[in-house]
């Protein structure tokens, strides 16, 4: 444990933010390993996060979740514009439902709606880069 600590000590930044703009993560990987693609990801957002609702305890059915996040997503965008997240997003259909706001559900609902990231999808030399930029950059 003070090895780990001592190497978070020598990080020179906060914390590295991952995201699906193609910065980090190739948005057309040639997946050679197996893993599903990114489109086969994301076809099965909506079910994952349904999941994770009635896991909840919330009891919802999938395409009355489907409309319902379909237009809070449109709303979101067009209330936040450039500030937009799946997050708020999220929120809004929360608010649509008449639910209080839990933070901690919500941000678990966007991560089963994005699904895994794989690492195949990643960039070559992507770990290595940031490995690098992290410890030495």
Not at 15 to 23: H, L, N
Not at 54 to 64: A, H, Q, S
Not at 68 to 83: D, V
Not at 108 to 124: F, H, N, Q, T, V
């Amino acid at each position: 444990m003070k090895a780990l600590k001592q190497g978070i000590n020598e990080m020179k930044f906060d914390a590295v933010f991952f995201d699906w703009g193609g910065t980090l993560f190739n948005p057309h990987p040639s997946n050679s390993c197996g893993d599903p693609t990114l489109q086969e990801i994301m076809a099965k957002s909506i079910e994952r996060a349904a999941l994770l609702l009635n896991l909840f305890g919330r009891d919802v059915e999938l395409e009355e979740t489907r409309t319902k996040f379909a237009k809070c997503e449109e709303q979101a965008r067009e209330k936040y514009g450039p500030a937009y997240t799946l997050v708020r997003a999220i929120e809004c259909f929360y608010q649509a439902q008449g639910w209080a706001n839990k933070p901690e559900e919500i941000l678990c609902i966007a991560e089963a709606y994005i699904g895994p990231r794989y690492r195949s999808y990643l960039y070559l030399n992507t770990v290595e880069t940031i490995i690098d930029k992290i410890y030495d950059g």
